[in-house]
């Protein structure tokens, strides 16, 4: 039993080399248009989810696409799956408008997510 549970997957963000061509793909994907248009980060809210694209992915470290479990406590969060094994990758931090990320691996190098709004 853990003091600080999920809101499950909600998050999953994708790394991209070139993000006009990869929102054309995710808009015919998704068949919706995005709800955050930016050069550094275009997302998709659809079925309850947030679909994100990161520029630049690979260069901030991400390999392949990130899900990321919404908690209401990040920093407690963090404590228990470190506290449990898992290996903090990239600490809390604002991406903006009071949204704090950070990511963990677990025992097997998979790299997981936080995510928590303010």
Request: hydrophobic content about 40%; charged content about 20%.
């Amino acid at each position: 039993m853990t003091t600080s549970p999920t809101q499950g997957i909600k998050t999953v963000l994708h790394p991209v080399s070139d993000l006009a061509a990869a929102k054309d793909v995710y808009t015919a994907l998704l068949g919706v248009a995005p709800t955050v248009d930016e050069p550094y980060y275009v997302g998709y809210e659809t079925g309850g989810q947030q679909i994100g694209l990161v520029p630049g992915g690979a260069q901030q470290g991400m390999a392949a696409p990130v899900a990321h479990w919404h908690v209401p406590d990040i920093e407690a969060k963090i404590a228990e799956v470190t506290a449990a094994g898992g290996k903090l990758k990239d600490p809390v931090r604002d991406v903006g408008g009071g949204r704090l990320v950070a990511t963990f691996t677990d025992p097997d190098g998979n790299v997981l997510g936080l995510l928590q709004d303010r």
